[in-house]
């Protein structure tokens, strides 16, 4: 099953100092957060912001491609978390023909702003991250304290269970 969502916020991890987009579930207050390179963050923020760059930057070249070709962007849904990588897929309609490509989230979240696309996430991408987090670093750290080297210890990241305004804020690109 697959959940439509919408863009919470972007923000900045203070931990990694990596962009996050936030996409919410529309039906509730379930909140997904996909950390994308600094890039397609800008990519993603441009759109939000409704910045016109004064060239067309890769996505906008992309949607300008598929409206040529009299093709649209049904959705993007991302549809897999594998080894801490999300994965998506791009949903096209050209003519009669449904044309569905691999992509980043990032890249499918910044052409589905442009086009006015929806955006989904499967269920069991939303049930796999809600999973204890592992921050690496604070892992590696306990592992080499560790008396048995063999031992591994997972370390809980401080994720707030809401995020509200003041948080967004806080950490906005």
């Known amino acids: 099953m697959e959940i ?8 900045i991890d203070p931990a990694a100092n ?10 509730s207050e379930v909140m ?24 067309p930057m890769t ?21 897999e978390l594998r080894d ?6 791009i949903e096209l309609q050209v003519g009669e023909k449904l044309i569905i490509l691999d992509a980043r989230p990032s890249d499918a979240i910044a052409l589905a702003l442009r086009t006015d696309a929806p955006i989904f996430v499967n269920e069991d991408v939303i049930r796999d991250s809600s999973a204890t987090l592992v921050e690496q670093d604070a892992a590696e750290t306990a592992n080499e304290a560790s008396q048995d080297p063999d031992e591994t210890e997972e370390v ?3 994720w707030p ?13």
């Open 4 to 11: 439509e969502m919408k863009i919470r916020g972007l923000m």
């Open 18 to 27: 990596t962009p996050i987009v936030i996409l919410k579930d529309v039906q």
């Open 32 to 55: 997904l957060p996909i950390w994308v390179g600094p890039f397609e963050a800008n990519a993603i923020a441009f759109e939000i912001e409704k910045v016109a760059p004064p060239r």
């Open 59 to 79: 996505h906008d070249l992309l949607r300008n491609l598929i409206f040529q070709i009299g093709g649209a962007v049904r959705r993007i849904v991302v549809t």
């Open 84 to 89: 801490n990588t999300f994965y998506a897929v």
């Open 156 to 158: 809980e990241m401080d």
């Open 161 to 173: 269970d809401e995020i509200d305004e003041s948080d967004i804020d806080r950490y906005k690109m």
